[in-house]
């Protein structure tokens, strides 16, 4: 089992461009969601889906849009980077919401120019 | 899960020695209380978790004790080593199926050899 992978691993973007990060699981987990990691901020949710064909806004969600076509994957948009969007972006998948173990996959490295 | 605080930020200690984390939290709903340790470079991984019928829990060298109604909860390391250093994130969250994480923003660990 991979568990949970994300593509690319790095990326510079323009002010302006866009660009979709991919989450892959396959644990057959219901839960997916997208995080955030900025120095001193600890760990925030942007997007989160419950299952296949949902999604939900998390804590910071502005700029983003995710989509859950099908339930191993999980995409993260972003349509107009901004600088602010620097930062390193987590996803995750977990069997259950709430009270159960988060999966992280590896981390994105995005740099917003 | 509400707020979720940590102090402090950062913590050292001599390799051998103990070293306690603690939280707090807002929510006196919440019901779940787990511990991820991230590794330099790499992804958080859950370490240990405690629910709130339960006021301590243990795991070789690592234990998390719960007090529900000062609303905090600590991270206990023993015999620290050298591969104890990460940045740990406590959190926070009920159950039910819109229920999420909410995580504190880390506290660095450093064992001095």
């Known amino acids: ?113 | 899960g509400g707020n979720v605080e940590q102090h402090p930020s950062t913590l050292s200690v001599q390799e051998g020695d103990s070293a306690v984390i603690k939280c707090t939290y807002s929510d006196s709903a919440s019901n779940y209380f787990p511990w991820y340790k991230q590794e330099l470079g790499k992804r958080p991984q859950l370490i240990i978790d405690i629910r709130s019928n339960v006021g301590e829990k243990k795991d070789q060298r690592i234990a998390v004790t719960l007090n529900k109604t000062a609303k905090h909860f600590s991270l206990h390391i023993t015999e620290t080593q050298p591969e104890d250093s990460a940045v740990y994130f406590c959190a926070a969250s009920g159950y039910g199926a819109n229920s999420k994480l909410t995580f504190g923003k880390g506290i660095t660990l450093s064992v001095r050899p």
């Not at chain 1, 002010?15 to 760990?43: F, I, K, V």
């Not at chain 1, 993260?76 to 972006?89: D, F, H, K, R």
Request: hydrophobic letters at 35%.
């Open chain 1, 1 to 113: 089992n991979a568990g949970v992978t994300q593509t690319p691993k790095f990326r510079v973007l323009k002010t302006g461009q866009s660009m979709t990060l991919l989450c892959a699981q396959d644990m057959n987990h219901e839960y997916m969601y997208w995080y955030r990691q900025d120095p001193g901020m600890g760990l925030r949710l942007i997007h989160y889906s419950v299952g296949e064909g949902t999604t939900a806004k998390g804590e910071v969600p502005d700029g983003y849009n995710v989509s859950r076509l099908k339930k191993q994957n999980f995409l993260l948009g972003l349509e107009s980077a901004a600088p602010s969007q620097t930062s390193v972006y987590f996803c995750a998948s977990s069997y259950s919401t709430g009270a159960g173990e988060l999966f992280f996959g590896e981390g994105s490295r995005l740099t917003v120019l």
